[in-house]
């Protein structure tokens, strides 16, 4: 028999061929019902479906089974390294468990989780992944917990990768002890006069970060009045404007140090842009280790997050069975020194 397009090739028409019933080969391909197939009629089914080149239908799957094979993976911005690299840990790790990431990049838009999760409720995924920083809006983030709630108890897991600010399981990522750490060992390097180029000032991961250089620069006993904290976007161009501004203003400080490496980019690009000699001009320094820092020069001085880890490891969190409270993994950070900042001349 020659096999047609498996567009056109039905259920009914593995099950005809086979021999069997239509729910017997439901069972079989759908993995729908409780009851065993006999393995003599299983292996029917399947030969019949690989004679036919019948290829099964997803919602009908998911409707059969109470749930599909699709993790869900939402991120703010999919040309973010430092979210690309995270995405990248989820998909290897999914691999591994048969599953498949659906990722929707919500532009920065947080209220957009909101739209994305209702889309993927009516997939009904195998889980649902959230990374990215929670927003300071509360009145936002009780709204994501109640649509979280609705999809967990619809059969499917929920992890973040970020604050741990839902009852849900996260993977915490331990953003103020690593700035903390950050300023501490740029002030046994000799910096004393610092700039933070410290992000949007609603999202937690920017001020968790902020609140951190500050407790380590007061660890170390540099007068917080002596650092400059200006405000921007959480991107290139914001670390590029943020500097620029710094700069028109008249920069005192030795030290730059810009919460997420995608800003140190950018700032880097903005001293250059203004003849400032580097890294001796004014160092600088970053938050995350993203892959991209291979090519930039000087190399950056950062605090290092295993981001494909995280990915793996929130993507686990979801494969797993549903504990009696939310779990916590930790993810440590770790100061890595390069080029950027040396010793103040």
């Known amino acids: 028999m020659t096999k047609r397009s498996s567009g056109t090739i039905t259920l009914m028409d593995v099950a005809h061929r086979a021999g069997v019933s239509v729910a017997t080969a439901s069972r079989v391909l759908n993995g729908s019902g409780t009851r065993r197939v006999r393995p003599d009629l299983t292996d029917r089914v399947l030969a019949a479906a690989t004679a036919?080149?019948?290829?099964?239908?997803?919602?009908?799957?998911?409707?059969?089974?109470?749930?599909?094979?699709v993790v869900g993976l939402l991120v703010?911005?999919?040309?973010?390294?430092?979210?690309?690299?995270?995405?990248?840990?989820?998909?290897?790790?999914?691999?591994?468990?048969?599953?498949?990431v659906t990722m929707y990049s919500t532009m920065g838009r947080a209220e957009r989780e909101l739209d994305y999760l209702v889309t993927l409720r009516g997939q009904r995924p195998r889980a649902v992944i959230l990374a990215g920083s929670r927003s300071t809006d509360r009145a936002l983030r009780d709204r994501l917990g109640d649509?979280?709630?609705?999809?967990?108890?619809?059969g499917a897991r929920v992890a973040l990768i970020s604050q741990h600010v839902l009852p849900v399981d996260t993977v915490l990522l331990e953003n103020r002890e690593g700035a903390r750490l950050l300023a501490r060992r740029l002030v046994e390097l000799g910096h004393r006069r610092f700039a933070v180029l410290a992000g949007p000032r609603h999202l937690l991961t920017a001020r968790d970060r902020l609140a951190g250089f500050r407790a380590g620069l007061a660890d170390a006993g540099v007068a917080l009045s002596r650092t400059r904290v200006?405000?921007?976007?959480?991107?290139?161009?914001?670390g590029y404007a943020t500097m620029?501004?710094?700069l028109d203003a008249g920069l005192r400080a030795g030290c730059v140090?810009?919460?997420?490496?995608?800003?140190?980019?950018?700032?880097?690009?903005?001293?250059?842009d203004h003849g400032v000699p580097?890294?001796?001009?004014?160092?600088?320094?970053?938050?995350?280790?993203?892959?991209?820092?291979?090519?930039v020069t000087p190399s950056l001085t950062t605090v290092r997050l295993p981001l494909e880890e995280v990915g793996a490891a929130a993507?686990?969190?979801v494969m797993q069975p549903r504990a009696d409270r939310p779990r916590l993994r930790r993810i440590r950070a770790e100061v890595v020194v390069r080029d950027s900042t040396p010793a103040p001349r």
């Open 76 to 100: 703010h911005d999919i040309a973010d390294p430092f979210l690309s690299s995270i995405a990248a840990g989820v998909m290897r790790a999914a691999e591994h468990h048969g599953s498949i």
């Open 278 to 295: 580097l890294p001796h001009g004014v160092a600088v320094a970053g938050f995350d280790d993203i892959v991209t820092l291979r090519d």
């Open 244 to 246: 620029r501004d710094l």
């Open 257 to 272: 140090f810009a919460v997420n490496d995608v800003m140190a980019v950018g700032a880097i690009s903005a001293l250059r």
């Open 315 to 317: 993507l686990e969190l």
């Open 230 to 238: 200006v405000h921007g976007e959480f991107t290139r161009d914001g």
């Open 52 to 69: 036919l080149n019948y290829s099964a239908h997803a919602p009908a799957q998911a409707m059969a089974r109470g749930r599909s094979n």
């Open 147 to 154: 649509e979280l709630r609705v999809i967990e108890e619809a």
